[in-house]
């Protein structure tokens, strides 16, 4: 069975950067766009980053200018994030959207990689 393995994850200080990577180990098929959830303790999980087949990306505010998602949707997805901040720490969740669109009941979801920011 087709699924999505993220790595990259790990403790870094605040300013710091990691470079988060989703690949597909099989075929998912009717893949619309590709993003980043994450969700930290005691929150509800956000949409943080997404890259349609075309190449356009969406950014949630809180990440605009210090995150950028790239890749191929078929293949590998990344997530480079760049001055990184404690309210960044979260568990981050490769998704890929599947019908129906623009809701996550169709979608494939990687485990989760935990990304810690602290002094």
């Known amino acids: 069975q087709a699924q999505l393995v993220e790595s990259g994850g790990g403790l870094v200080q605040p300013g710091g950067s990691l470079r988060l990577s989703c690949a597909a180990s099989?075929?998912?098929?009717?893949?619309?766009?590709m993003g980043w959830y994450r969700q930290a303790p005691g929150k509800q999980r956000e949409l943080v980053a997404t890259?349609?087949?075309?190449?356009?990306t969406n950014y949630a505010d809180s990440v605009k200018g210090r995150f950028t998602i790239s890749g191929d949707i078929e293949n590998t997805v990344y997530l480079q994030m760049n001055n990184l901040k404690p309210e960044d720490t979260a568990v981050y969740y490769c998704?890929?959207?599947?019908?129906?669109?623009?809701?996550?009941?169709?979608?494939?979801w990687g485990q989760g990689t935990q990304v810690t920011v602290s002094s």
């Open positions: 998704n890929a959207d599947r019908p129906p669109y623009g809701s996550t009941m169709g979608d494939y």
């Open positions: 099989g075929r998912i098929s009717y893949i619309n766009a």
């Open positions: 890259i349609s087949r075309t190449g356009t």
